[in-house]
């Protein structure tokens, strides 16, 4: 695909990815990209004001994506137009509209014990004005178990969460 996805204005916050085309529900949208780090690295630029809380996508046990733009402006909803599966990809959850906002839930990309630095946990205010806005978005296992079970059953979680979330199940 040409241009994955282009940056405009966000309803949401600043700057947001909108759909350059029509997009349907189950296709890819994009990889998400960016220097790969692991948790330690995270946790200095955290505690040294150079990384902002929001920014990068957490790609496995220990192991971020400090994403590069355009990916870092897709904003978080609480009621998103598309999940993250595998390792770092973007998929449509439902048909997207050419020009419309590109939106996933952080708290499905999200899932360690350790503390943040300065941060007690992971956890933002959010800004996503949805109808099913949670107020805070938190790690995954802070989710109800309903949101739990759509996430996992519209295979919107990547391998790590999903390898984490049986373990509990099947142990």
């Given at each position: 695909?040409?241009?994955?996805?282009?940056?405009?204005?966000?309803?949401?916050?600043?700057?947001?990815?909108?759909?350059?085309?029509?997009?349907?529900?189950?296709?890819?949208?994009?990889?998400?990209?960016?220097?790969?780090?692991?948790?330690?690295?995270?946790?200095?630029?955290?505690?040294?004001?150079?990384?902002?809380?929001?920014?990068?996508?957490?790609?496995?046990?220990?192991?971020?994506?400090?994403?590069?733009?355009?990916?870092?402006?897709?904003?978080?909803?609480?009621?998103?137009?598309?999940?993250?599966?595998?390792?770092?990809?973007?998929?449509?959850?439902?048909?997207?509209?050419?020009?419309?906002?590109?939106?996933?839930?952080?708290?499905?990309?999200?899932?360690?014990?350790?503390?943040?630095?300065?941060?007690?946990?992971w956890a933002m205010e959010c800004n996503c004005n949805s109808k099913k806005c949670r107020g805070t978005v938190?790690?995954?296992?802070?989710?109800?178990?309903?949101?739990?079970?759509?996430?996992?059953?519209?295979?919107a979680l990547q391998d790590f969460i999903i390898k984490k979330l049986e373990e509990i199940m099947f142990s």
């Amino acid at each position: 695909m040409k241009n994955e996805v282009d940056v405009s204005e966000s309803s949401i916050q600043g700057a947001g990815v909108v759909a350059p085309r029509i997009v349907k529900k189950g296709e890819t949208v994009c990889m998400m990209r960016g220097e790969k780090i692991e948790f330690n690295e995270l946790k200095k630029r955290y505690s040294s004001g150079k990384e902002k809380i929001c920014n990068p996508l957490q790609i496995g046990e220990k192991t971020y994506v400090d994403l590069a733009a355009p990916y870092v402006f897709i904003n978080h909803s609480c009621d998103p137009n598309c999940g993250i599966r595998k390792k770092g990809e973007l998929f449509a959850l439902k048909n997207i509209k050419k020009g419309e906002e590109l939106t996933y839930d952080y708290s499905t990309s999200e899932w360690t014990y350790e503390k943040f630095g300065k941060y007690r946990d992971w956890a933002m205010e959010c800004n996503c004005n949805s109808k099913k806005c949670r107020g805070t978005v938190g790690q995954f296992p802070m989710l109800d178990s309903k949101l739990k079970k759509y996430y996992y059953h519209a295979g919107a979680l990547q391998d790590f969460i999903i390898k984490k979330l049986e373990e509990i199940m099947f142990s």
